[in-house]
Each structure stands twice: as structure tokens, then as C-alpha cells.
């Protein structure tokens, strides 16, 4: 299956990912904060155009002091340049199937891209919705960050993770 960028036009009415704020988003709020630019937005379609699963990507900053030791001596500014991955979802009736592995892979990617080439950031950043996400994100190398409920994966351990592919 290969992923897309988002279009309001690929068929997102019966998402079910077992998570109503996940559900929501994509069925009502992705194509207006597409459109704004607040977010990107993939999604990987089954054949009928149905979205089986999505993640969001946009700019984001994190104090200084919330960040990792190692940041907080190297960079000398207030805020952090990092990026958001937002949110992460998979239709229930695709669990099991490996396609968050692969969304994920896939929004690691893009950032170290961009950040590399683009823009600056140091890290991908999440804020996991439960316990469960928390156990997702630490699965592939997130760590949280100390006082805020947020993970944390560093450009260079995406970039060590890519290179011994």
C-alpha cells in the first residue's frame, strides 16, 4: 500500500480507530487544517479509497528547559525547533496488520528530510493520548520528555536508525 498526501476527497466517513478524538479529526477537522496549513497530513488507502490509516506532521517548538539535558547545553536559545507528529491512526478493522510501523517509518522519514534539508529541527516529538501510544512510541526509541507528558526521538537517533537499514 503506498501512502498519500491527504485529500478531502478519499473516503474517511466510517474510520473507526477505537479512539473518538482520532475518528473525529480525520472525519472533520483534517481537510480544514490542511487547507490552513497548520498541518500535513498521509494517509494510506485500501483499493476502494477508504483511509485506513493517517498521521499529521507540522512545525512546532518545545522550551528549552523541557528538552533533554544534552539540548539544553548545546542550544543556546528559549525554544526548540522540533517537529510535531500529531496524531497516528489506524482503522480497527487493520490492526494487527504492521501499518503503524510503517506510518510511522514513513513520518520519521519525511521529518529527518526536512529538517536535514528544509528547515531546522533537532527532534520529532509526540504527545501520546494514552497508555497504550506511550507503549507504541517507547517501542521504537521515543523517550519521555520530563514534565510534560510528551515523547521525544532525536534527528540523530532517526538518523542512526536509517543508516543501519
Same mark, same amino acid.
Given at each position: 500500500? =503506498?501512502?498519500?498526501? #491527504? /485529500? ?5 466517513? /466510517?474510520?473507526?480507530? &477505537? ?12 481537510? =480544514? ?10 494517509? *494510506?488507502? /485500501? ?7 493517517? #498521521? ?16 539544553? !547545553?548545546?542550544? +543556546?536559545?528559549?525554544? *526548540? ?15 494487527? =496488520? &504492521?501499518?503503524? =510501523? ?34 507504541? #512510541? ?8 520530563? /514534565? ?7 534527528? !540523530? ?7 543501519? +537499514?
Amino acid at each position: 500500500m =503506498k501512502i498519500e498526501s #491527504y /485529500n478531502r476527497n478519499f473516503n474517511r466517513k /466510517n474510520f473507526d480507530c &477505537g479512539k473518538k478524538s482520532l475518528n473525529n479529526y480525520i472525519q472533520k477537522n483534517a481537510t =480544514k487544517d490542511v487547507k490552513n496549513g497548520s498541518c500535513t497530513c498521509f494517509v *494510506i488507502l /485500501n483499493k476502494t479509497d477508504q483511509i485506513i490509516g493517517y #498521521y499529521t506532521l507540522s512545525a512546532e517548538s518545545i522550551s528549552k528547559d523541557s528538552a533533554p539535558e544534552e539540548y539544553q !547545553k548545546k542550544i +543556546k536559545y528559549e525554544y *526548540i525547533p522540533v517537529i510535531l507528529l500529531g496524531r497516528l491512526a489506524i482503522d480497527r478493522s487493520e490492526f494487527g =496488520k &504492521g501499518y503503524g =510501523k510503517v506510518l510511522l517509518i514513513d513520518s520519521l522519514e519525511r521529518s529527518f528530510k526536512v529538517a536535514k534539508n528544509q528547515i531546522g529541527a533537532v527532534a520529532v516529538i509526540v504527545d501520546p493520548i494514552d497508555e497504550e501510544a506511550i507503549a507504541f #512510541y517507547s517501542k521504537f526509541g521515543f523517550t519521555m520528555l520530563p /514534565n510534560s507528558g510528551r515523547m521525544f526521538m532525536s534527528m !540523530k537517533k532517526i538518523e542512526t536508525a536509517f543508516n543501519k +537499514k
